[in-house]
């Protein structure tokens, strides 16, 4: 007697693979982070005593954080925000590379630092400089440009122990 | 004249597709990881202005009780003590030149615990530091 096989279509078994792929997925957006990694660029002077420049404090805008987070400039109280750039903006008119000097106090959150250092680079956006030439008609353009970079600096404890005065 | 009924399919949803969509994700996820060399979690201050940070960069991270981890970016953060924040700066200065620095500290840390970091760091001569930072959004734009 013969026996008639039906012999069955040769195939891969791929109805898995999408499970498989799905897992690793999930591994791969567990492990990811995205946009992390963003930040306020710092660029640290160099630390040598021969370069140190004298500044006088007159010649300088000192920007002071007290310890509750109030912001103190030239020793008058002020909100972060467009008050201070009002406040600088005339006095960098004639000078754009015057120093300006943030001083936190030693119990200052970090956060406050930070919000003043990101309040004063945005002076180099357009949108502010344009504001700020609305509300300053007489500046003029290449004083701007000039004034994009400001000379910020932050100076450690131990600058100010072994430097102020 | 009778007409024959159809031979009806059973619905079936396609599937074979299924992988390929699923291994595309995984390209795109595999590309776009990268692992995190610092997990501290931190409470992060919020800027308008935010930079890219390049890849192959050391962190430092420092929370809001003050504790310090430092990373070259090879291998996984571990806690130091402030005092050896500099010779960790100076390692990685001479192994890696021209490598940026990340500070990745707490909104609420008290400054002094970031400027005895930053102050290490001058003296080990690193030319280039990041505040690592969150988006700033309107809501939040009042707290620090």
Do not use: C
């Not at chain 1, 898995?16 to 002077?45: Q, W």
């Not at chain 2, 930079?51 to 291998?75: F, H, P, Q």
Request: proline share 7%; aromatic share 8%; no cysteine.
């Amino acid at each position: 007697m013969r026996i008639s096989r039906t012999t069955p279509e040769p195939e891969i078994p791929t109805s898995s693979m999408a499970d498989i792929a799905f897992l690793l997925i999930v591994y791969f957006m567990l492990t990811a982070t995205f946009a992390a990694t963003r930040g306020l660029d710092f660029s640290l002077p160099e630390d040598d005593e021969n370069q140190q420049t004298e500044i006088e404090p007159d010649d300088a805008v000192l920007i002071e954080i007290q310890p509750g987070g109030q912001v103190m400039v030239d020793k008058k109280p002020m909100e972060i925000g467009d008050q201070i750039l009002e406040y600088l903006a005339p006095k960098l008119q004639n000078n754009p590379k015057k120093p300006v000097i943030i001083k936190p106090d030693a119990k200052s959150p970090y956060g406050y630092m930070v919000r003043v250092f990101d309040l004063l680079r945005q002076g180099k956006l357009i949108e502010r400089q344009l504001i700020w030439r609305s509300k300053f008609p007489e500046i003029s353009k290449e004083q701007w440009e000039g004034g994009k970079d400001l000379n910020i600096s932050i100076p450690t404890q131990r600058e100010i122990d072994a430097f102020w005065y | 004249m009778r007409i024959k009924p159809r031979h009806t399919q059973q619905p079936v949803i396609p599937t074979s597709s299924m992988a390929d969509i699923a291994f595309l994700l995984i390209v795109f996820f595999m590309v776009t990881v990268t692992f995190e060399k610092d997990r501290t979690q931190v409470v992060l201050p919020k800027t308008d202005l935010r930079k890219e940070i390049e890849k192959d960069v050391a962190y430092i991270s420092v929370t809001e009780n003050g504790v310090i981890r430092v990373t070259s970016g090879e291998e996984v953060s571990t806690p130091v003590d402030i005092a050896d924040v500099v010779s960790f700066a100076s390692n990685v200065v001479s192994q890696f030149p021209g490598r940026p620095i990340v500070i990745k500290a707490d909104a609420n840390v008290d400054y002094e615990k970031v400027d005895k970091v930053i102050d290490s760091l001058k003296q080990a001569k690193v030319k280039l530091i990041y505040l690592l930072s969150d988006q700033k959004t309107v809501d939040s734009g009042g707290d620090g």
